[in-house]
T-cell receptor
Framework: KAGVTQTPRYLIKTRGQQVTLSCSPISGHRSVSWYQQTPGQGLQFLFE???????NKGNFPGRFSGRQFSNSRSEMNVSTLELGDSALYLC?????????????????FGPGTRLLVL | GNSVTQMEGPVTLSEEAFLTINCTYTATGYPSLFWYVQYPGEGLQLLLK?????DKGSNKGFEATYRKETTSFHLEKGSVQVSDSAVYFC?????????????FGAGTILRVKS
């Protein structure tokens, strides 16, 4: 089974621009979560999507948004980029069920998209 | 709120040495606990997990036991190899919260010398 894929792998943008990152989950997985990894703040949860609905949200400004499509693929968008948005953005998928099974599921991570904002 | 504290690195060991990476947690609910590993230039890979007190997770020679009384989940390996050099993250997922949300520790860099 193919793993989680993320595109693009690397991206360079300038301040003020916007960017869209894509994530394809493992086949059959219905939940997609996004994380930001930086040297200063470590790994931080952005949001989770399940059945095209945002199910959980971290403490990030509204410039960070996402969506999920009917095939479970997900995109995240960052508008009005700031220098501090430079990071590795990781996507993770899990099987999930409508009941949530909160905390019991394993999340499988993709290789990440490295974003550099100049 | 929920949080995870890991020992600071880097940890530098010789091949075949014993490894311990300490991890303690604070959770409002009853969390599941995970260890993830990140190799250079890659995403995170699940190393092992435990979902209830006294459970022992194990994989590839690594072990960790869920200790509710000490709120700890220390990672151990009896004999490390150069190929174990990576960053190790301890994480929790709180089962009081709906859905999936991992809270990570800061990560511990492990360097193994031959």
């Amino acid at each position: 089974k193919a793993g989680v894929t993320q595109t693009p792998r690397y991206l360079i943008k300038t301040r003020g621009q916007q960017v869209t990152l894509s994530c394809s989950p493992i086949s059959g997985h219905r939940s997609v979560s996004w994380y930001q990894q930086t040297p200063g703040q470590g790994l931080q949860f952005l949001f989770e999507y399940f059945s095209e609905t945002q199910r959980n949200k971290g403490n990030f400004p509204g410039r960070f948004s996402g969506r999920q499509f009917s095939n479970s693929r997900s995109e995240m968008n960052v508008s009005t980029l700031e220098l501090g948005d430079s990071a590795l953005y990781l996507c993770a998928s899990s099987l999930s069920h409508r009941s949530g099974l909160a905390g019991l599921e394993t999340q499988y991570f993709g290789p990440g998209t490295r974003l550099l904002v100049l | 709120g929920n949080s995870v504290t890991q020992m600071e690195g880097p940890v530098t060991l010789s091949e075949e040495a014993f490894l311990t990476i300490n991890c303690t947690y604070t959770a409002t609910g009853y969390p599941s606990l995970f260890w993830y590993v990140q190799y250079p230039g890659e995403g995170l890979q699940l190393l092992l997990k435990a979902t209830k007190a006294d459970d022992k997770g194990s994989n590839k020679g690594f072990e960790a036991t869920y200790r509710k009384e000490t709120t700890s989940f220390h990672l151990e390996k009896g004999s490390v190899q150069v190929s174990d050099s990576a960053v190790y993250f301890c994480a929790l997922s709180d089962r009081k919260e709906y859905g999936n949300k991992l809270v990570f520790g800061a990560g511990t860099i492990l360097r193994v010398k031959s």
